[in-house]
């Protein structure tokens, strides 16, 4: 059973372009989470997805940043019109249902994202 | 608004010492608590979770405590290899999917 994927691992834009950030959870899970590190700092909760479904955006930045979680594939996390304080590093994580306090959520490598 | 702290933000030992991580949170009302250790350019890898009903976990060479009422949990990572060398994060969970993270000790463990 392979793990939470994340592609690309790293990913170089110039400002005002957009990333894409894709997420693969683990086989049979239903439940994307994404979470975004700046240096020095711990993971910050973004956003909260079901298949097809915002679930809790909270955490999201209002302007250019989007997610979605379509029926078929992958999570994307779209970024549009990138500034360097983009730059950090975005981990997906999923889980299988909705969490009980006994489950964790698995975390995929991340995507490190270098906005010049 | 959950916020999680950690100190030391980095610990230097010695091969053999005994290290000890941590973590303190300023809402009690959680569902569980999770050290989570982070590689460089890795995801991450949980070590231990503590429900809020827990007062401690065990794994191996690591124990971790919780004391919900004061806020606090403590890693302990006994008899420290090099191998451990890594960022050690904390993580309160508060509802049913959010974790807060601390933004984590560096650990460096010279052979």
């Known amino acids: 059973n392979a793990g939470v994927m994340q592609n690309p691992r790293h990913l170089v834009r110039r400002r005002g372009q957009e990333a894409r950030l894709r997420c693969s959870p683990m086989?049979?899970?239903?439940?994307v989470y994404w979470y975004r590190q700046l240096p020095e700092e711990g993971l910050k909760f973004m956003v909260y997805l079901q298949k097809e479904n915002i679930i809790d955006e909270s955490g999201m930045p209002k302007e250019r940043f989007s997610a979605e979680f379509p029926k078929e594939g992958p999570s994307i996390l779209r970024i549009q019109q990138v500034v360097r304080g983009d730059s950090a590093a975005y981990f997906c994580?999923?889980?299988?249902?909705?969490?009980?306090?006994?489950?964790?959520?698995?975390f995929g490598p991340g995507t490190r994202l270098l906005v010049l | 608004k959950q916020e999680v702290t950690q100190i030391p933000a980095a610990l230097s030992v010695p091969e053999g010492e005994n290290l000890v991580l941590n973590c303190s949170f300023t809402d009690s009302a959680i569902y569980n608590l999770q050290w989570f250790r982070q590689d460089p350019g890795k995801g991450l890898t949980s070590l231990l979770l503590?429900?809020?009903?827990?007062r401690e976990q065990t794994s191996g060479r690591l124990n971790a405590s919780l004391d919900k009422s004061s806020g606090r949990s403590t890693l302990y990572i006994a008899a420290s290899q090099p191998g451990d060398s890594a960022t050690y994060l904390c993580a309160v969970k508060s509802n049913d999917y959010k974790l807060s993270f601390g933004a984590g000790t560096t650990v460096t463990v010279r052979a």
């Open positions: 994580a999923s889980s299988p249902r909705i969490e009980t306090f006994q489950e964790t959520q698995y």
């Open positions: 503590i429900q809020s009903s827990q």
């Open positions: 086989k049979g899970h239903s439940h």
